[in-house]
């Protein structure tokens, strides 16, 4: 009777030990970025993609100065748009505080390609905001 408790107590060990990480939810925390009066962007750091997935989810975990809701989006930062902004590779999405929104692709983007996600207020004050969250760029 030992003998088998020991067999089970050890092969469950070695399950758990050697059982598949989910490496898909890697998330990137961002801190007090500043969302810009009269919808100036501003820009996470470039990553590079880690999975095939067509999309990256973001989490916003907090906004200061009253904003409730801001606009995400990813971006190529290898080209450029007609505004000299960062040419824009996904929909645009609101989030509000404690959502996890997905952000999908227009434009195909293969493992290892280089994006970071772009954000602006849609709520227009004349002050500067922040927001706080964390990006899975998959």
């Not at 959502?99 to 999908?104: G, L, N, V, W």
Request: with cysteine; hydrophobic share 35%.
């Amino acid at each position: 009777m030992k003998r088998i408790k020991f067999i089970v107590i050890v092969s469950a060990f070695l399950f758990i030990a050697f059982a598949p990480v989910n490496t898909n939810a890697a998330y990137k925390k961002y801190t007090n970025f500043i969302l810009y009066p009269n919808c100036h962007n501003n820009y996470t750091r470039v990553h590079n993609k880690e999975t095939g997935d067509q999309y990256i989810v973001n989490h916003v975990t907090k906004y200061t100065n009253g904003i409730t809701v801001a606009q995400f989006w990813a971006c190529n930062p290898n080209a450029v748009g007609n505004y000299g902004e960062h040419k824009v590779i996904s929909r645009i999405v609101d989030c509000k505080k404690g959502q996890r929104k997905t952000i999908r692709f227009t434009n195909y983007k293969k493992k290892g390609s280089k994006i970071r996600m772009a954000m602006e207020k849609s709520q227009k004050p004349r002050e500067n905001a922040n927001v706080s969250g964390e990006v899975d760029f998959r």
